[in-house]
């Protein structure tokens, strides 16, 4: 192919941008290899599409039927569309992206049942569960609101707050919007699969984490995506809204952090005051240490010892 037949395939590129039909796979691919760089990306796009229109093109084809770059850059768009369907763009989109942006929606979902929390509280003061039931009742409730979240997000706007704020979107394999059954299913693996339903947060959380990363770089897709048949692709996103998402990201993470290890805190002392609380009901002595005779079962039978005498203070016989 001579350089007046590259001329008019970069002809036929420029027309598809000026039209706005890029090919978004390709375009994200571009945008990470080129590290999110707006200029690299475009440059890289345009050379690897006119590698492919030149490998796509009919050798059989006449001179005369490529000579007008307007006549034919609808089709050639159509025809690229058809032979890489949307389900290539999941491999294109960057991990952390993809990781900043659940942290973005996993702070979001923790201060509303945060604030939640705190109102119903506020608004029952007297009532009242123990330690145990008040954490399977907040997972349980955050669980929920999480799932809920998620599917209502991507089944009405294909996104959530944390996937637009890096340019993603959830889509079908042909690149419809999910319906809620489907997006329900694809937030409930995310939820086990991906985060191990956050149990044991964050310990457990960073080797789902790590196993997904591993998965993705690997295989270009995620155990979620194909339980659920979807894709994952990635909008043009500037340097400056990247790392403004991933300070928010990592401001809400190191949040949901400190407020986990509070809330562990607050469970333990919790759990000792009603522990402390049953050892009274039994009859249990809680306002002195027993001694060792006392602990093991030695102590001379037919009297406890006196406070005098487990803490060594009693007079001596004469």
């Given at each position: 192919m001579?350089s007046?037949?590259?001329t008019?395939?970069?002809?036929?590129v420029?027309k598809e941008?000026?039209?706005?039909?890029?090919?978004?796979g390709?375009?994200?691919?571009a945008?990470?290899?080129?590290?999110g760089?707006?200029?690299?990306t475009?440059a890289?796009y345009?050379?690897?599409?006119?590698?492919?229109?030149?490998?796509?093109?009919?050798?059989?084809?006449?001179q005369?039927?490529?000579?007008?770059?307007?006549?034919h850059a609808?089709?050639e768009?159509?025809h690229q569309r058809?032979a890489?369907?949307?389900?290539?763009a999941?491999?294109?989109?960057?991990?952390?992206?993809?990781?900043f942006?659940?942290?973005?929606?996993?702070?979001?979902?923790?201060?509303?049942?945060?604030v939640?929390?705190?109102?119903?509280?506020?608004?029952l003061?007297?009532w009242?569960?123990g330690p145990l039931?008040a954490v399977?009742?907040?997972?349980?409730?955050?669980?929920?609101?999480?799932?809920a979240?998620?599917?209502?997000?991507?089944?009405?706007?294909?996104?959530t707050?944390?996937?637009?704020?890096?340019?993603?979107?959830?889509?079908?394999e042909?690149?419809?919007?999910l319906d809620?059954?489907?997006?329900?299913?694809r937030?409930?693996?995310?939820?086990?699969?991906g985060?191990?339903?956050y149990?044991?947060?964050?310990?457990?959380?960073v080797?789902?984490?790590w196993r997904?990363?591993?998965l993705?770089?690997?295989?270009?897709s995620?155990?979620?995506?194909?339980?659920?048949?979807?894709?994952?692709?990635q909008?043009s996103?500037?340097?400056?809204?990247f790392?403004?998402?991933a300070?928010?990201?990592?401001?809400?993470?190191?949040?949901?952090?400190l407020?986990?290890?509070?809330?562990?805190?607050?469970?333990?002392?919790?759990f000792r005051?009603?522990?402390?609380?049953l050892?009274?009901?039994?009859?249990?002595?809680t306002?002195?240490?027993l001694?060792?005779?006392?602990?093991?079962?030695?102590a001379?039978?037919?009297?406890g010892?006196?406070?005098?005498e487990?803490?060594?203070?009693?007079?001596?016989?004469?």
């Amino acid at each position: 192919m001579n350089s007046d037949d590259d001329t008019k395939l970069y002809a036929i590129v420029a027309k598809e941008l000026s039209i706005n039909r890029r090919e978004e796979g390709l375009w994200t691919k571009a945008f990470a290899l080129e590290n999110g760089d707006e200029r690299a990306t475009k440059a890289r796009y345009i050379r690897e599409r006119v590698d492919f229109l030149k490998r796509s093109r009919n050798p059989g084809r006449g001179q005369d039927e490529s000579t007008s770059p307007d006549t034919h850059a609808v089709p050639e768009v159509a025809h690229q569309r058809k032979a890489v369907p949307p389900v290539g763009a999941t491999v294109q989109v960057a991990p952390w992206a993809r990781f900043f942006a659940r942290t973005i929606d996993l702070g979001v979902v923790t201060v509303l049942v945060f604030v939640a929390g705190v109102a119903m509280e506020m608004s029952l003061p007297t009532w009242s569960l123990g330690p145990l039931q008040a954490v399977l009742l907040g997972f349980l409730v955050f669980g929920i609101a999480l799932l809920a979240y998620e599917a209502i997000a991507l089944s009405e706007f294909g996104t959530t707050i944390g996937k637009a704020a890096f340019g993603l979107r959830i889509r079908t394999e042909r690149g419809g919007v999910l319906d809620t059954a489907s997006a329900f299913r694809r937030a409930f693996w995310v939820w086990v699969s991906g985060n191990g339903c956050y149990l044991a947060f964050p310990t457990a959380s960073v080797f789902f984490w790590w196993r997904g990363y591993r998965l993705l770089k690997a295989t270009g897709s995620t155990p979620w995506d194909k339980r659920a048949g979807t894709a994952v692709t990635q909008g043009s996103v500037g340097s400056f809204r990247f790392l403004a998402g991933a300070s928010v990201s990592v401001a809400l993470l190191v949040g949901t952090l400190l407020l986990a290890t509070l809330s562990k805190q607050a469970f333990k002392q919790e759990f000792r005051a009603a522990t402390s609380i049953l050892d009274q009901l039994h009859g249990t002595p809680t306002r002195r240490g027993l001694s060792d005779e006392e602990f093991f079962g030695a102590a001379p039978s037919g009297r406890g010892l006196s406070d005098e005498e487990v803490f060594g203070t009693a007079a001596a016989k004469q």
